[in-house]
């Protein structure tokens, strides 16, 4: 199946996620409620990609590639959603002075963590 | 009423070969509920509903379902959820209901009112419809008006035959001086009083920047405090999410937040860039319609009657 992943085409295998197809890409999108061999949750919307033709952006997790989709997973627009649900997921993280990444135990195997960096 | 609506199920049925209904009703309607209940038993006695209706080879059965009256069960999937007796929260589409819907088979989830118009469609050898309304906006629409109008009531109009005005008109005309309109209820974008000249068709209000939405038209007259009523919405909005994606759950709690300061110190500049934010992040990437169209209400409420001012 040919797919163009921001503006290269790729000959993928059917039946498989847009997530999955990006993978192959090599290319990374952030994710935190994705995981492999699970049915996908659809819940942190981090992993939402333009696809040419949808008037709202897709979750790449949750939606099959179809012939001659031409997706974008780095465009202006998708970075700015995404900081912005970034954001609202740090925000509801419940840091504090007393509990922050300095603090917390967890900093060095924090997914979170690695994904605010990456998105910046 | 309950009778085309049942009409309209049992066409709708035939029509896509299926043996099993439901009406799923919100339980705090419990006029209807009762209505609808004796409706179906009546229905069974007569032969109209159950094993080959009338005689003919075709069965079908139909049940009653009450809602726990959650707002995002008026989505489709979440509906079907709710009907199977899961949490009322929005599936992940695709698949859509049509491919895999109520415990895993193919659903058809149609709105009463669309069911009722069947039924009155399927009457004539010619459809009446078809003659009616405009070309992009056909038939008729049942508005319901509440708010600030002496009338408040549901009224049948058709498409394109007058404005936005007209209906408030025919509602008896606004209680105090008119403010604003909510077009088709609160997951709609505003009109101001000065725009609602326009016809009230699909095409003509989108082209105003709102939509028919349910038909649940509000009319707001100028006795109310604006900040209260976007309070009074975003708590709603907040109440209802099903909290299942990020940016509906967390984006409409900070844009409540951002009305409680406001309500305190007052508009700033700031607030406009911030919901705008949130707003193209709930709007492009929320995981179900109700999220997706829950801040156009407030959105444009506070770019109508706040940005302006400050302009």
């Known amino acids: 199946m040919k797919i163009t992943i921001n503006n290269r085409e790729y000959d993928m295998p059917e039946n498989i996620s847009i997530l999955e197809a990006v993978k192959k890409a090599n290319i990374k999108i952030p994710t935190l409620c994705y995981m492999e061999g699970k049915e996908p949750y659809g819940g942190c919307r981090l992993c939402v990609v333009e696809v040419e ?22 465009s202006e627009k998708v970075r700015k959603v995404r900081k912005t649900i970034m954001q609202l997921i740090v925000a509801s993280h419940g840091i504090s002075c007393e509990l922050n990444c300095l603090t917390c135990p967890k900093a060095t195997s924090c997914e979170l963590k ?7 | 009423m309950p009778f085309k609506v049942l009409e309209g199920i049992i066409i709708a049925a035939y029509a896509v070969k299926a043996n099993y209904g439901y009406i799923y009703i919100r339980g705090e309607y419990s006029k209807a509920i009762d209505i609808f209940e004796k409706t179906i038993k009546d229905a069974y006695h007569r032969g109209l509903l159950g094993k ?35 949490r009322g929260f929005s599936r992940i589409k695709p698949p859509y209901p049509v491919q895999r819907g109520l415990y895993d088979k193919p659903t058809v989830v149609n709105n009463v009112e669309t069911l009722a118009t069947v039924a009155e469609i399927m ?158 992040a709930i709007l492009l990437a929320a995981r179900c319609g109700f999220g997706q169209s829950s801040v156009n209400f407030i959105y444009s409420l506070l770019d109508k009657f706040f940005y302006e001012e400050v302009r």
């Open chain 1, 53 to 74: 033709g949808s008037k709202t952006l897709v979750p790449s997790c949750a939606v099959k590639i179809s012939e001659g989709m031409k997706i974008k997973t780095h």
């Open chain 1, 114 to 120: 690695t994904i605010a960096e990456e998105i910046g």
């Open chain 2, 52 to 86: 080959n209706i009338l005689g003919s080879d075709f069965s079908f059965e139909l049940k009653l379902v009450k809602g726990a009256g959650a707002y995002v069960c008026g989505d489709e999937t979440s509906l079907i959820n709710s009907i199977e007796g899961k």
């Open chain 2, 123 to 280: 009457k004539y050898d010619e459809n009446i419809y078809s003659k009616m309304g405009t070309e992009k906006s056909r038939g008729t629409k049942l508005v319901s008006i509440s708010g600030d109008v002496k009338l408040p009531d549901v009224y049948e109009i058709e498409f394109g035959k007058g404005t936005l005005k007209d209906i408030i008109e025919l509602a008896g005309g606004t209680k105090d001086e008119l403010n604003f309109v909510v077009p088709g209820g609160l997951a709609t974008s505003i009109l101001k009083y000065d725009e609602i000249d326009v016809l009230y068709t699909y095409e003509d209000l989108e082209a105003a920047g709102s939509s028919v939405g349910s038909g649940g038209m509000i009319v707001v007259s100028n006795k109310h405090d604006l900040v209260d009523i976007l309070l009074n919405v975003s708590d709603f909005f907040v109440k209802e999410t099903c909290g299942t994606c990020f940016p509906c759950r967390e984006g409409n709690r900070n844009i409540k937040e951002i009305l409680l300061e406001l309500k305190k110190k007052g508009y700033k500049e700031k607030y406009k860039k911030i919901i705008g934010e949130l707003r193209e």
